[in-house]
């Protein structure tokens, strides 16, 4: 501090303002004495051009009036008092910021601005005098006088020749002193030099050079002043800069000769080498004293004095990252002259020891001073190759490749850091622009550009994936971008992972929110909302880089799949960035106008599926991306389109570019399009609304190809496996609307791979709007596609899980599809080839084309039960009859081997079905749904079913199906003779077997005369005797001997019924079954007319033979009395209905036999006689005997017998007392069918009974309470409890 002012308080008070200011130092007494007697133009000498005042002539006051004189003096001295008060202030002020903190010390600075801004001449010179009187003040004080005269100089516009040399020998005094302020006190004088050059810098420059070159190393001040005026444009105007770098170029080559002075040299490198106050930025003088040794160098001639001095600056410190960046700086700027030292000693010195120790060598926890030194050597080495690249200009293209060769090899080999990574990019920067500024670049071909982007992928995949902190990846996508403008040209697979790499780096990265927060710590973190978007859009840079290096369909499309996983991502932000890449690059893409409209842009349709979904988006950002992006694609389109029609009219266009003042119709406002195109398009009544997406994209759907929607259509069914419900909702509204608008366009040859795909997806939409507008389109879709659709849906249709048949419901959803899908599958059924190796489970899959057929006949089995088909299943009942029918046939003659469950399945998990036992239920289902269960009923009870399982019995099992068809006059008789005809004429075998059997039986129906007369069926059979197959002239030949034909065997065949009914008592039983079904084949082929009289003696004689011991004539008489029964079936029953009525108790009560044979024929005669009697709910009936065994069933069977009159009642009352005598099973029936009896009729049941049968019944319920059946024991125990109430001789 000032010793002479330390003393002596501040003070506030007026009275201590000018008085005191005045009187504390005589300099100021004597100038104001001075100033008193000089007048004002007589002072220090001033410049007219800058202070524009002029002098008082002297000649005035004489002419001037007394009083004018006594004025102007006046004026005078009020002038000369306010300036010494000022000067008084100002003097005040500068002697109190020696000890002022520094709030004050800014208040003064400004004030003193003020009064500079105003009084210039007057502050310089007391701050003059004030260094001048006061020469013992203190450094601080100093330092900040400097500071004020600094802003002070800064601030006058005009610097007065007394003032600027006076304050530049004051600066140069001060600038080199040693202070305990240090640097800080230099530079502070330093700073006042560097103003004065804003007023005349020439005069700086000409001290500064005489400093230079005195031949002793300068002092750092100097080099400060240097670095500043070098650094800092705004100090000179362009051609003052210019000046100043020529002369500098001057002092450059002039201190050339100091290299070779070892003093100047070793100072040199002292400089460079001293550790600044902080390592993180460098001083102006010793960045600057960088750039001055690299000038001087570059301009050396000596070789060996390069080489010397860049090995020597090499090997000093490379600790700090601004000590590496002043190296490189150096080393570049030599290379600009010397480039194969320059080379040369950075090859040696990577080759050096301490260089290859740092290389590939772990980091050890504690490290020495020597280790910091050279740890990041190779960042160095890759910075001076850079600089090496970016100053050498012209003449580094023939060095780019081993340039590269280096960089690549330190960034491989060298430990990995955060400063390895910054120095390698800031590197390949500067070599990057060095190619870019090369005229000849193009011409050239690069060998290690494919290496080089190896590792930048490397280096942008160990990016963090959570945090965006640094410039990296900007800088990784800005250098890929540039180095795939050169040749060679990388190849699509490298292209390919760079691709992903970037948008991996970039569009993976988590909500601004997140990135913020990882920066929170930060001393000053970065603008992370910035930093993102530059880095988006140095990756928008490269994609349109791509589009211009290569203007394409292809590379547009190629671009875009590797955009399209990112757009259909699960995270809402990630959409939300691939959407606004995706908008950009169309917007590039369409404004340019690259691509040639005559070129096929494929990715079209691809695109507009997935903008389309993303328009449905629930974030709005990615809506309003998407919506953009599909004007783009419109206007693009219209361009294309627009060129295409002028190409072809030969009419010559001009490319009119978008211009920024034409609005789109489908921009969010901040886009244009061009005014060429077609006024229809672009009329205000097509334009399409901002909000309206659906609308949009109808708009240009209507300007697709072919070819366009249906890659439309592929993508949004790929878009219904998203697992995203919106996306998948999306896909599914937006394949509804394409079908719905265009579906006959789609190409035939893709729709079946597009059933395909939709089946596998369908099992992931689990939305349920989503799968109607899905299966709706399904619907629609088949309107025009139905046979592609139909032939893709049966490769999953065998089996068929819950998706096919929700797909197969669509197909019939509206009735005249349904009919067609019907016919397609029938086609399909039919076609039946025969593998060689049919049986051999393992055949070639190229063999296996009867799976088609296999997979149809499953599907058609399915489709009976469903609603959708109900009624063209009716309609088509014979054609599907036959078809199922020969189909039956067909499996048999693959005779495929049967499934067979996995080891280890549980027994309740059947195997898959076999195609045997598929097309048997394919044909009951069809009997059965179709409204013909009455014919079903005929084959089920009397196990007609078990003849379609082998080639032998098959045509007994189709006889015995068309037989009772004829016997239950089933109204398609008719209709099927119709498609009989036909198929007697196919080109298969099986299929005129089954028509020749079935037209056989038909032959006993009365509706065949309706259709053939007698003579044209003889002429139909008459040919089928020339058919190729034995079987089928066999069957004709027979048929021909039809009674119908001949009518005179009717009498014949009668007459030989009683020779007949007498073998029924032979003793052989082979025999008599032998002669029991001749004589049902004679009352089959005598059809409708039956036995006539003779039926009731043959009822009687086949009755007596229900209960006999033999099991093979009790089934064979019970099938006759059925056979008889039929033939009597809608003619009088007074014949026979006291037979009939006598047969049931029997034919019921042996449902228990023991023999199955007797079994079924008895199922089947009873029902055939309930048919014959006309009971009601005989469908019940029919289900309760063919599958029901319990004692529910027994009782109906029970109630329909007995309820039906007294006179009936008496009778199987009667019938079943005798059965108490009988084998277990049938008594067993036979008491449940008393006990019912009993329950229900208890007073006809006691007037009936005598006493010997109410022992006999006593007895039976005794025994039967020891049945081994729970539930037949619990009902005896009831029942006898019952018959002791009301048995008579009970109560007695």
Not at 135 to 142: L, V
Not at 163 to 174: E, V
Not at 1194 to 1218: G, N, P, V, Y
Request: hydrophobic share 40%.
């Amino acid at each position: 501090m000032d010793g002479q002012h330390s003393e002596r308080p501040r003070s506030r008070n007026t009275a201590d303002r000018v008085p005191s200011a005045t009187s504390l130092n005589p300099r100021i007494s004597s100038s104001v004495s001075m100033s008193m007697l000089e007048p004002s133009h007589m002072k220090a000498p001033q410049d007219s051009a800058c202070r524009n005042q002029q002098a008082h002539p002297s000649g005035v006051l004489p002419h001037k009036s007394m009083s004018s004189q006594a004025a102007l003096m006046f004026k005078d001295r009020k002038m000369f008092m306010e300036e010494a008060y000022n000067s008084a202030i100002c003097f005040k002020m500068l002697r109190d910021i020696g000890s002022s903190e520094l709030p004050y010390l800014q208040f003064v600075i400004k004030r003193v601005r003020n009064m500079a801004q105003r009084s210039p001449s007057l502050v310089m010179e007391t701050i003059r005098d004030y260094f001048t009187d006061n020469p013992q003040i203190s450094s601080r004080h100093k330092f900040r006088l400097f500071q004020v005269l600094e802003n002070v100089i800064k601030a006058s516009d005009c610097l007065e020749d007394p003032w600027r040399r006076s304050f530049i020998q004051l600066a140069l005094d001060n600038m080199t002193k040693s202070t305990e302020l240090e640097d800080t006190y230099q530079d502070a004088a330093s700073n006042v030099l560097v103003a004065i050059c804003r007023h005349s810098w020439q005069t700086v420059a000409q001290h500064l050079e005489t400093e230079l070159l005195t031949g002793t190393f300068p002092h750092r001040s100097l080099f400060y002043v240097m670095g500043i005026l070098s650094s800092h444009e705004e100090l000179l105007n362009q051609e003052d800069r210019v000046h100043w770098e020529e002369l500098l170029a001057q002092i450059i080559v002039k201190s050339v000769k100091f290299l070779d002075m070892d003093l100047w040299s070793k100072e040199l490198l002292e400089a460079l080498t001293k550790p600044s106050q902080t390592q993180q930025e460098h001083p102006p003088e010793k960045a600057f004293l960088f750039t001055y040794y690299g000038l001087i160098l570059q301009a050396a001639e000596n070789s060996t004095t390069v080489r010397t001095h860049l090995q020597a600056l090499l090997e000093t410190s490379h600790q700090w990252p601004k000590q590496r960046e002043g190296i490189a700086l150096t080393v570049g700027l030599a290379a600009t002259q010397h480039l194969d030292d320059v080379w040369a000693i950075l090859d040696q010195f990577g080759r050096s020891r301490p260089v290859k120790w740092t290389l590939q060598s772990p980091t050890p926890k504690s490290q020495s001073f020597e280790d910091l030194q050279w740890k990041w050597a190779s960042s160095t080495i890759l910075l001076a190759y850079g600089q090496m690249a970016a100053r050498a200009k012209t003449h580094i293209l023939p060095w780019v490749d081993n340039i590269l060769s280096r960089m690549i090899f330190y960034f491989r080999y060298s430990s990995w850091d955060e400063t390895l990574k910054q120095s390698f990019l800031s590197a390949i920067l500067m070599l990057v622009g060095a190619i870019s500024r090369s005229e000849g670049a193009h011409s050239y071909e690069f060998s290690q550009t494919s290496q080089l982007l190896e590792c930048l992928m490397v280096l942008m995949e160990k990016e963090p994936p959570g945090a965006l902190c640094t410039t990296s990846r900007q800088q990784v996508i800005h250098i890929a971008s540039k180095l795939c403008e050169l040749r060679p040209p990388i190849d699509k697979d490298r292209k390919s992972r760079l691709l992903s790499t970037c948008f991996r780096s970039v569009f993976a990265l988590p909500l601004m929110d997140t990135l913020e927060r990882h920066t929170c710590l930060f001393l000053e973190p970065p603008n992370i909302q910035t930093l993102y978007s530059q880095t988006l859009e140095a990756l928008d840079h490269m994609l349109q880089s791509f589009i211009m290096q290569s203007p394409t369909a292809s590379e547009m499309k190629f671009l875009l799949m590797h955009l399209y996983p990112w757009l259909a991502s699960e995270k809402v932000h990630e959409r939300q960035r691939a959407a606004h890449s995706c908008m950009i690059l169309l917007r590039f893409l369409n404004h340019r106008c690259f691509l040639d409209p005559k070129e096929d842009f494929r990715p079209m349709g691809q695109l507009i599926g997935m903008l389309g979904i993303l328009c449905k988006d629930p974030d709005s950002v990615t809506q309003h991306f998407s919506l953009e992006g599909v004007g783009q694609l419109y206007q693009f389109l219209m361009h294309q389109k627009e060129a295409a029609l002028q190409e072809e009219s030969h009419i010559p266009k001009e490319l009119s570019q978008p211009g920024a003042n034409e609005a789109s119709p489908w921009s969010t406002g901040d886009q244009r399009t061009a005014s060429s195109l077609p006024q229809k398009v672009m009329s205000p009544e097509d334009t399409i609304f901002h909000q309206d997406s659906s609308r949009a994209i109808k708009e240009i759907m209507k300007y697709l190809t072919a070819t366009e929607l249906t890659d439309l259509v592929w993508t949004v069914i790929e878009g219904l496996g998203s697992t995203s419900a919106f996306h998948m909702q999306a896909a599914a509204e937006l394949l509804l609307a394409v079908i719905w608008e265009h579906g006959a366009k789609l190409e035939t040859t893709k729709v079946a791979n597009m059933g395909r795909a939709i089946h596998r997806h369908l099992c992931s939409v689990h939305v349920p709007k989503a799968k109607k507008n899905v299966l709706q389109a399904i619907t629609l879709l088949a309107r025009d596609h139905t046979s592609e659709l139909v032939a893709a849906f049966l490769d999953f249709s065998m089996p068929l899980d819950s998706h096919a048949l929700c797909l197969w419901k669509a197909l019939g959803a509206e009735k005249s599809i349904s009919r067609l899908v019907l016919a397609v599958l029938l086609a399909w059924l039919k076609e039946r080839p025969l593998s060689t190796r049919a049986g051999n489970g393992n055949a070639h899959p190229k063999e296996k084309t009867y799976l088609y057929s296999l997979a149809a006949m499953n599907t058609l089995h399915e489709l009976q039960f469903m609603q959708e088909f109900k009624k063209v299943m009716q309609e088509a009942y014979p054609q599907l009859l036959l078809a199922l029918l020969t189909q039956i046939h067909y499996v048999l003659e693959l005779n495929l081997p049967k499934a067979k469950s996995l080891p280890g399945q549980q027994a309740q998990e059947a195997a898959l079905p076999s195609p045997q036992s598929t097309s048997l239920e394919a044909l009951k289902s069809l009997l059965f749904t179709t409204g013909h269960w009455h014919d079903f009923a005929h084959l089920e009870l009397q196990g007609a079913w078990e003849r379609f399982s082998s080639i032998i019995t098959y045509p007994q099992g189709v006889v015995l199906l068309a037989r009772a068809m004829v016997k239950n006059h089933c109204r398609k008789v008719k209709a099927m003779l119709g498609q009989l005809l036909p198929s007697l004429q196919s080109q298969e075998e099986r299929e005129r077997k089954v028509a020749i059997l079935i037209f056989n039986e038909f032959l006993y129906s009365p509706a065949l005369l309706e259709v053939l007369p007698t003579q044209a069926a003889r002429t139909v059979l008459a040919k089928v005797l020339c058919d190729p197959s034995p079987e089928v002239r066999v069957s004709s030949l027979q048929a021909l001997g039809n009674i119908l034909f001949h009518p005179e065997k009717e009498s014949l065949l009668r007459a030989q019924l009683p020779h007949f009914l007498e073998g029924f008592f032979q003793k052989s039983e082979p025999v008599v079954v032998g002669i029991m079904n001749t004589m049902s084949e004679v009352l089959h082929q005598l059809g409708m007319q039956g036995a006539g009289a003779q039926s009731l003696n043959v009822a009687i004689n086949v009755h007596i033979f229900f209960d006999d011991e033999r099991d093979q004539i009790r089934a064979a008489a019970m099938a006759l009395f059925g056979d008889l029964v039929d033939t009597m079936a809608g003619g009088k029953l007074s014949d026979l209905q006291t037979q009939v009525h006598q047969s049931m108790v029997p034919l019921l009560l042996h449902l228990k036999d023991q023999c199955p044979a007797v079994v079924t024929q008895a199922k089947f005669a009873f029902y055939r006689c309930a048919v014959l009697l006309r009971w009601q709910q005989r469908h019940i009936l029919f289900c309760t005997l063919a599958w029901e065994h319990s004692l529910s069933a027994r009782h109906f069977l029970w109630t329909c017998l007995m309820t039906r009159s007294q006179e009936e009642f008496s009778i199987h009352l009667a019938q079943a007392l005798k059965y108490l005598h009988s084998c277990h099973h049938m008594m067993t029936w036979a008491i449940l069918f008393i006990g019912y009896t009993i329950c229900y009729f208890p007073q006809a049941m006691s007037q009936m009974l005598s006493n010997r049968d109410m022992d006999l019944l006593l007895h039976a319920f005794e025994d039967l309470k020891k049945d081994p059946a729970p539930s037949i024991q619990e009902f005896a125990t009831r029942q006898l409890l019952f018959f002791q109430k009301v048995s008579p001789r009970s109560q007695k």
